[in-house]
């Protein structure tokens, strides 16, 4: 079965401050994906990052950088010099296939960016 | 370019009633997925519907129904209401025909409360 842990619930931390947002994940499967997803206030959940179980590289997108290491089994999120827009519920989450819209997502870290 | 537009936004139902909910895809987008999101929690997926079929579906019983129409839009149907089922729903597309299958583009839901 597959499943995903974000064991942190909430984060608070003042601006400009760097944070690191927890994912560790279970699946039997040898090729899988894995994603963060952002929902602000809206509730529209905003796609971030989607990496393959063969692409362990780290990835850096402005502030944002990923994580990935299959050997804890973790897909960690960090947000460097945190802004204020930045507080919102990130989920992590895991799908099977490329072709598998069924992705199974994390309880979410709720974080707060206090200015 | 439009988003994925779900309808209505809010909606406040009684327990044993019927409720339908909307969903236009993506332009490009021909499949689309539905997820159950509850208060605290992260989104649970409901079904996927591709070329007018339920492809998937996850561990929602049979009081959850959907179609999906020549234009690639959508319905949830949620009949005989529990109070249970108040959450927000959401929809999501991608494109069936490409690797970023998964990538899934969201709405910002429908907030169902029932009483």
């Known amino acids: 079965a597959q499943k995903v842990t974000q064991a942190q619930t909430e984060i608070s931390v003042v601006e400009k401050e760097d944070v690191t947002l927890d994912c560790v994940y279970e699946t039997r499967d040898t090729t899988y994906y894995l994603f963060w997803y952002k929902q602000p206030p809206s509730g529209e959940l905003v796609f971030l990052i989607r990496?393959?179980?063969?692409?362990?590289q780290n990835e850096i997108s402005g502030r944002y950088s990923w994580n990935f290491q299959k050997s804890t089994s973790s897909f960690n999120f960090t947000i460097t010099a945190s802004q204020v827009v930045d507080s919102a519920v990130y989920f992590c989450?895991?799908?099977?296939?490329?072709?598998?819209?069924?992705?199974?997502f994390g309880k979410g870290t709720r974080l707060h960016i206090l200015p | 370019d439009a988003g994925v537009t779900q309808s209505p936004t809010h909606l406040i139902k009684t327990r044993g009633q019927q409720v339908t909910l909307r969903c236009s895809p993506k332009s490009g987008h021909d499949t689309v997925s539905w997820y159950q999101q509850a208060l605290g929690q992260g989104p649970q997926f409901i079904f996927q519907y591709y070329e007018e079929e339920e492809r998937q579906r996850g561990n929602f019983p049979d009081r959850f129904s959907g179609h999906q129409f020549p234009n690639y839009s959508s319905e949830l149907n949620v009949n005989a209401l529990l109070l249970g089922d108040s959450a927000l729903y959401l929809c999501a597309s991608s494109p069936a025909a490409s690797s970023g299958a998964n990538v899934l583009t969201f709405g910002a839901g429908s907030r169902l409360t029932v009483l």
């Open positions: 989450a895991l799908s099977r296939s490329n072709r598998d819209d069924k992705i199974i």
């Open positions: 990496r393959n179980s063969f692409d362990e």
